[in-house]
């Protein structure tokens, strides 16, 4: 791992896998590069992260940065928090500039929580930045509602509890954070009801930030994900922005539409199916220069029927207003 210093002088560590380690050495020859701000330990066991080896064998450094205050990063680890979303640009402008390997372009990727982490680097990074593509998958709008239907809070409730298991998040700082969240979220505490805690950690309030990045992003979700009404509330709030719209209104049918924010919905839980082919023609089109005419589609919503199997592509959601 390396070290990578942040301006507040904590630093991060982060693991790099290059073309050279893979496809044999590769003499002075640069590629675009796919970053991902992981908090978690278990590495390459985790789906998201398994697919590292597929894309660096297609021609992509792969960075992995350590979210502060877990896995051997400074600082304290505060759950999305400001300074943790601070981390995000400093990090690409990192990879975008003092990587050898790399030639200036970045993707970034990654599953749930570094799904969350795309989105809010997106917000922060503003536009002609070297990110030119991201890939959300299984994440959504409004974390607290998921997480917390109808202000009660579900089986996600024990999500914190984990980061105190060996190889979830790593040390104390995180231990403190998600004993801290748990114990409030349980008993009825100041972060059992929507306030700024979450409010701050919620991708839909950084929308117009996202828009304004001019950054492709191709979100995919699950039926059967912990996210499914709010990844599709993220399609539909960028479309309205690109619309000109409130990011809240419904879609009209006959409203202009990006094919730069696509969405796929399978039949899919949390880490579950997601097709790496598929994120591999995103980032192959806006860090390859390489034509994907799958992507260039005036319906980008795509859809499984999960009755029937097939699937149909969209460009409003909700899909009706007749149901």
Not at 112 to 128: D, E, M, P, Y
Not at 150 to 159: A, D, E, K, M, T
Not at 211 to 240: K, R, T
Request: neutral net charge; aromatic residues 14%; proline residues 6%.
């Amino acid at each position: 791992g390396i070290q990578v210093v942040m301006s507040d002088g904590i630093k991060l560590l982060v693991d790099v896998y290059s073309p050279a380690d893979s496809i044999g050495k590769v003499e002075g020859k640069k590629f675009p590069v796919l970053l991902t701000q992981s908090p978690y330990g278990f590495m390459n066991a985790a789906p998201h992260m398994g697919f590292i080896d597929y894309y660096v064998k297609r021609g992509y450094v792969c960075v992995v940065a350590h979210i502060r205050g877990t896995n051997g990063s400074g600082g304290e680890n505060g759950f999305i928090s400001e300074r943790e979303k601070e981390d995000g640009p400093e990090i690409v402008a990192w990879a975008a500039s003092k990587l050898p390997q790399g030639n200036g372009k970045i993707g970034l990727f990654g599953t749930s929580w570094l799904g969350f982490t795309q989105v809010f680097t997106a917000a922060k990074i503003g536009r002609n930045s070297p990110v030119k593509a991201i890939v959300p998958t299984y994440m959504g709008s409004y974390l607290y509602r998921e997480l917390t239907p109808g202000g009660v809070p579900s089986q996600s409730i024990y999500f914190p509890r984990d980061f105190d298991k060996p190889g979830m998040l790593g040390n104390d700082s995180t231990s403190a954070m998600g004993k801290r969240l748990y114990a409030s979220w349980s008993g009825g505490g100041a972060l059992a009801l929507e306030g700024e805690f979450w409010k701050s950690r919620q991708p839909i309030n950084y929308l117009e930030q996202v828009y304004q990045s001019q950054i492709p992003i191709l979100l995919v979700g699950g039926w059967q994900d912990l996210y499914p009404m709010g990844i599709s509330e993220l399609y539909a709030s960028l479309q309205n922005l690109h619309a000109g719209k409130s990011k809240y209104d419904l879609m009209d049918a006959g409203q202009t539409i990006s094919p730069n924010y696509q969405l796929v919905m399978g039949p899919w839980g949390h880490y579950k199916g997601l097709n790496v082919e598929m994120t591999l023609a995103w980032y192959d089109k806006w860090l390859m220069n390489e034509a994907t005419p799958d992507f260039t589609s005036s319906t980008p919503y795509h859809a499984i029927d999960m009755t029937t199997g097939v699937w149909y592509d969209f460009s409003t959601y909700p899909f009706t207003t007749n149901y």
